[in-house]
């Protein structure tokens, strides 16, 4: 029996979502293990498609790792601007079915169907909908998963895939949850895990068998919120925050940079398309932010990193005020190591209407280029970005750039 | 070190140390003060290598010696002490013991080599820079009219602080903006020249504010390389220069406007200031429409709503209108209490526009407008 106060909560997640719009756009690449991912020695898997992950390979692996596991995989760069533009096509569909749409990342969101299933009938049927859709309108897979919190939504997207859909009924939440393995439960790292096995804990079942006190005591107040993830209480909502809270662009550098002057380059070659991005949507961002791995190895794939941030009195769409800014920034954090990948975000967002005018000469040149950037838009729109470049354009482009994030600061 | 000193003596001298020592923490030893003493005098030192201040105390220094400790806990207690008089006194392994009356306290010093040093307080030369003698109170003014107008844009470092220059013998002037408003004091002053100019720093300026607080009699100010000194009796307050180069403020000064309006300063801050409690949090932005004999403040919210006011205000020119950061014109009309007159200049709605407050020539602030 569903209470009334029970939520239905969709989980929606496109099928490795890159590989797949690869697949789609060249027929070639179908049936075949394709990887999209920087193409240098040192980038990392992105997303893999179903027959490469076959072969053991993963998301966020080191591309050389990839290519010995798979030797005959196709390698992709990836086109960042054409997944963000499926992103929004599939969004587009999204928000068709439920007003609450939380969006995870370019290809995940949460969507709260309490309502909507009142109006659009069984959720499963709805479901069954929803993915026929997608398919239909992007010849994309979408599996989806559908319980009453968010945790278990997520854990059935992941067992339907892929092109897959399951339905966890809310008296079914408990069963469900009690074989699998604690790692389910987001936030339980290798760390966690370790020290649950030590309490004799594998499974979520297990998880439920220990007292609360227990656990509160081994994990902190976290065991406490571990203790409810396992009787399947997750409190969280659906946010519907569709609007990004920062727009960011990174790239691994295909060798480790130590030149200031190509950093300098990369900055600003991010600078500008996070303006473009900026001026597309309307907004303005105030924060500045830049990231910097070092070429350091710390082992394990990881590298040390390094943010940095301002703030500008204004908020600004200008390519050039952002690498100004990131320049700054720059300068501040003095990497005396090589970098092996540089970032920039610009968050703390604002809209775009209520323009401060300058004083000085320096201003009334950014007035200059804000219109010299609105004319760049306008033709770049009309004849692709080939068109018009700003010159000394830098011989790296960004590669597999980050897209927009969403709920995160 | 073993000296005994006036709380209220000692007490001035902290208090001057509390808006100079470093807050940020990179170096520990600048959250500390120096506390120097030889023969009868008590000298209190602090810096955060940006700005540094020295204070004279009298006190009676049986054994003379040299301590630091931390210079807000020192500030603290000192203040709370229920006492009339101190007795600061070092011990073994670094310990100061603070006595006040029947109270005790013992203060771990660190070791005072670490302290910077900040340049001795020797006169400055004719040749190595230049020195002048103004009234504390004019030097006052002149920092609270303009410092709230400099900019806080970390990319934009000559903006950080206050231009100080003579154009001509016997007159000085000073000059702050952040791009969006720019402030312009003037004064004439016998026997005073400062060529070429320089970018006094923010922070520097705060505290120069703090030690003129309600003095009387002239400061001197110097500049010696690349720092600046005020100096009162027993105080020295130092800054470093901001170096890079001004903005050449005399192009954005309009020098006529085309619409004046005549209005009381305290109607219009009261409505700028409930007017905008309605606008944008971010840009501030209210409307200023004109029509002879009235001035209305409006803004409009699509989120929260709308507000409008209107004042009597003495214009007969056509009716216009125009936007502005609330923020900028009421910065403006609140330095030195809101009272007496102030004229507003406007030209059109994407020029500067210039006001001045109770009809002194010697004082301009140009704000540029919003499109709204």
Redesign the interface.
Known sequence: MRSPSARTIFHADMDAFFAAVEQRDDPALRGRPVIVGGRSARGVVAAASYEARVFGIHSAMPTVHARRLCPDAVFVAGDMRKYRRESRRIFAIFDRYSPTVEALSLDEAFLDMTGSTRLLGDPVAVATRLRAEVRAETGLAVSVGIAPVKMVAKIASDLAKPDGLLAVAPDEVCAFLAPLPVGRIFGVGPVARARLTTLGIATIGDLRTIPEARLAAALGVWGVELACLARGEDARAVAADREAKSYGEEQTFTRDVESRERLCEAIRAHAEAIARRLRRDHVRGRRVTLKLKLARALGGGRYPLVTRA??????TDDGAAIA??AR?LLVRATPHDAIRLLGVAVSRL?SA???????????RDAARRARLNRAVDTIQARYGDAALRRGAAPAERAGLSQGIKRGED | MDLWVEKSEFIQGLYLTQGVVEKRNTLPILANVLIESTGNEIVLTATDLEVGIRRTCKGKISRSGTVTLNARKLYEIVRELPADDLILRSGEGGWVEVIGGKSRYRMVSMDPKEFPSIPASTPVAKKAGVAMTLSAGVLAEMIEKTLFAVSSDETRLSLGGVFIESIEKNQIRMVATDGHRLAFVERQIAGIELRPGVILPRKGLVEAKRLLEGSEGDVTFSIAGNLARVERSGVELFMRLIEGEFPDYRQVIPKESKRRVRVDREPLFGALHRVAILSSERSRGVKLRLQPGTLEVVTTNPDIGEAMEEIEVDYTGDEFSIGFNARYLLDVLGIAGVTGTVEIGLTDEVSPGIVRIDDDEGYSYVVMPMRL
């Open positions: 301002l703030t500008l009195p204004d908020a100004a800014a700054t604002e209407a209520g323009e401060q005018m300058g004083l000085l000469a320096t201003d």
